[in-house]
């Protein structure tokens, strides 16, 4: 779950300027045709029955989710807020293990669909400019992803350099826990 967190802070910014739009437009075509996203992270009904379907364990109200109508899923959710998490987390699991937590890869994925190859989530990425820049942006402005040390600078800050006069004594102090006179 911890990683998770930074990336579905990014899905809730591109989705729905960190929760402040979520009346999402109706899709138009393609696989959603006539459905709306639901939420803070857009989340669309047929993805959230996908994500149902393929979990091993049901729960009631899981079977309910997968039963509905697409129209019907959002008042399910609407209704069970601690599911809606639960699918996003799963959806979010899902993408960043694909992408190998490339979080603007997983982003692309979430927005143009999560069962596309990595190389035609690249593609996509590499075409939509326009998203690429937000997601980038975004990651920057909310400093969601945080540069991490490189290896000589985290080993730098645990090993302070000897001084002079303790060289002798540490000599000393490896020889007494070695076991040697």
Do not use: C
């Not at 910014?13 to 402040?20: A, D």
């Not at 190998?100 to 939509?128: C, F, I, V």
């Not at 997601?135 to 969601?144: F, G, N, S, Y």
Request: hydrophobic content about 30%; proline content about 5%; charged content about 30%.
């Amino acid at each position: 779950m911890a990683r998770n967190i930074p990336f579905l802070k990014l899905i809730k910014q591109l989705e729905s300027s960190g929760g402040k739009n979520v009346n999402h437009r109706k899709m138009q075509s393609g696989v959603h045709e006539g459905d709306t996203a639901i939420g803070h992270y857009g989340l669309m009904p047929k993805t959230v029955q996908e994500i149902v379907k393929r979990s091993s364990n049901k729960s009631d109200l899981d079977n309910m989710i997968l039963n509905a109508q697409s129209h019907q899923v959002k008042g399910i959710l609407d209704e069970n807020p601690h599911k809606y998490e639960q699918y996003a987390e799963q959806l979010s699991d899902k993408l960043l293990d694909k992408t190998k937590g490339d979080p603007a890869l997983a982003a692309t994925g979430w927005l143009y669909g999560h069962n596309m190859s990595t190389e035609r989530m690249k593609q996509k990425l590499e075409k939509d400019k326009d998203y690429n820049r937000r997601i980038e942006d975004t990651i920057k402005q909310e400093a969601l992803y945080s540069p991490v040390p490189e290896k000589e600078e985290f080993i730098d800050t645990l090993v302070e350099e000897p001084k002079p006069q303790d060289v002798r004594f540490s000599r000393i102090k490896r020889k007494l826990t070695a076991g040697q006179p």
